[in-house]
């Protein structure tokens, strides 16, 4: 979820429990000031009346309110006693051209007239409290809802203006690839957070920039400095070979020392190429058929898939394309082919499987499952084996991890590799 729909999501159920509560509160104070209106017009209608019934004695004989708002009944001198001081009461009666129940407001107090004491009785129509709660209730949501929709105006206007510096910084630093991109736009902010990050972000690039530029160099150098006195020592090991003054054993020891600057030699191209894989120095991306690709490296391994005695069945499901580069595409499938091959056994077999999502590749063997731990890890292999170099499959993974491919490893009666690509 993004920022902005983050902080509206939090305003919202905020505002909804600070606007619950206001609610509450507002329809307390709001009930008690008409009570107050509405009690100060009923006194102000019993002094009212008091002042008729001294004109106009015969209003003592209204007992009920069906002539009008106010009625008068003689009470006794106990009952004076409690009506002595101004009663208010909410009371549910008829009114005079209406056969409904209304809620009234009721006054009610004892007078002495000519010694005798009456009670005098007020009353005055108030808003029934569901009614008044119905209408709050409305009043409410209206207001709720507008104050979301006021929001959601500000948060698409106001408050996107004001992220733009996060969100410009936030895409540059997307789109940053290491020996393509240049150093970020400037952006232009009076928000002090905006502009320290924009200051965090150049020295977090020109810092990642200046590395790579580095190990750039340094494996460049490296596989100059390394590959050379490496085939020097190759061409002066085979020139000695070639010399018949050398013994049976000697020359023994020259090819042994030749294969093990030949691995040397492969040992050192595949820690480079880690280290280019690390630093993501390959940026040539292109579409790759992996069926014509599979199918090509097949031929190129034909002679060793032919001395080891090993049949390989390709089912093509599908036709299968990857984004990636051609020279990283051509080295995780290779690797793989030719780990079926050498650690197949003699007269053994593979199988590779092409859908549209996926590569799975099994072989025989003589050796029981591998430790998946371990597997993908640099320099693990067996203790026995004394060919290769333990990187196969490190490269493999290295590949995998550098454009998001899931690879999986599993062993039923065969060793299976198995590639996702989506």
């Not at 019934?53 to 002539?67: G, I, K, Y």
């Not at 090991?237 to 040397?264: F, H, N, Y």
């Not at 036709?319 to 050498?342: C, E, M, R, W, Y």
């Amino acid at each position: 979820m993004k920022l902005l729909n983050r902080s509206l999501q939090y305003l919202s159920v905020t505002i909804l429990v600070v606007v619950g509560i206001w609610s509450v509160i507002f329809y307390f104070d709001f009930r008690d000031e008409v009570y107050d209106i509405v009690d100060e017009g009923l006194e102000d209608q019993l002094e009212l009346l008091n002042e008729h019934v001294r004109e106009d004695p015969s209003l003592l004989e209204t007992t009920t309110f069906e002539n009008g708002m106010f009625s008068i009944s003689p009470i006794t001198y106990e009952e004076a006693l409690i009506y002595q001081e101004e009663v208010f009461e909410d009371a549910l009666m008829p009114l005079p051209y209406d056969n409904d129940l209304e809620q009234v407001r009721m006054l009610s107090e004892a007078y002495l007239v000519d010694g005798e004491y009456y009670k005098y009785q007020v009353i005055s129509s108030t808003v029934e409290e569901d009614d008044l709660i119905e209408s709050l209730f409305w009043f409410i949501v209206w207001l709720y809802i507008a104050l979301i929709l006021t929001i959601i105006l500000v948060n698409n206007w106001a408050l996107k203006n004001l992220w733009s510096p996060f969100y410009k910084v936030l895409d540059e630093l997307k789109q940053f690839r290491l020996g393509e991109s240049k150093s970020l736009s400037p952006v232009t902010s009076h928000t002090t957070e905006f502009r320290e990050l924009k200051q965090v972000a150049d020295d977090l690039v020109e810092r990642t920039t200046q590395a790579y530029i580095y190990q750039k160099q340094f494996t460049e150098n490296a596989s100059h400095e390394l590959q050379t006195p490496i085939a020097i020592i190759r061409s002066k090991l085979e020139l000695l070979l070639e010399k018949a003054t050398l013994s049976d054993d000697d020359a023994e020891t020259v090819g042994e020392v030749l294969d093990i600057t030949s691995r040397l030699n492969q040992l050192n191209r595949s820690l480079l190429l880690l280290s280019r894989i690390d630093n993501k120095q390959f940026v040539e991306n292109d579409h790759i058929s992996v069926n014509d690709l599979v199918r090509q490296i097949m031929d190129d391994l034909e002679e060793i898939r032919s001395y080891k005695d090993v049949s390989i069945r390709i089912k093509e499901n599908d036709s299968l394309t990857i984004f990636a580069d051609p020279h990283l595409g051509k080295i995780l499938f290779q690797n793989l082919l030719t780990n079926v091959i050498d650690h197949n056994k003699p007269g053994g077999s593979a199988e590779i499987k092409i859908s549209n999502n996926g590569f799975k590749i099994c072989n025989t063997s003589d050796a029981d499952a591998l430790d998946k731990e371990q597997l993908f890890r640099r320099f693990s292999k067996k203790q026995e084996t004394t060919t290769g170099n333990g990187l196969g499959l490190a490269i493999v993974k290295a590949i995998c991890d550098h454009y998001g491919f899931e690879i999986d490893y599993s062993h039923d009666e065969m060793h299976c590799f198995q590639i996702f690509f989506n």
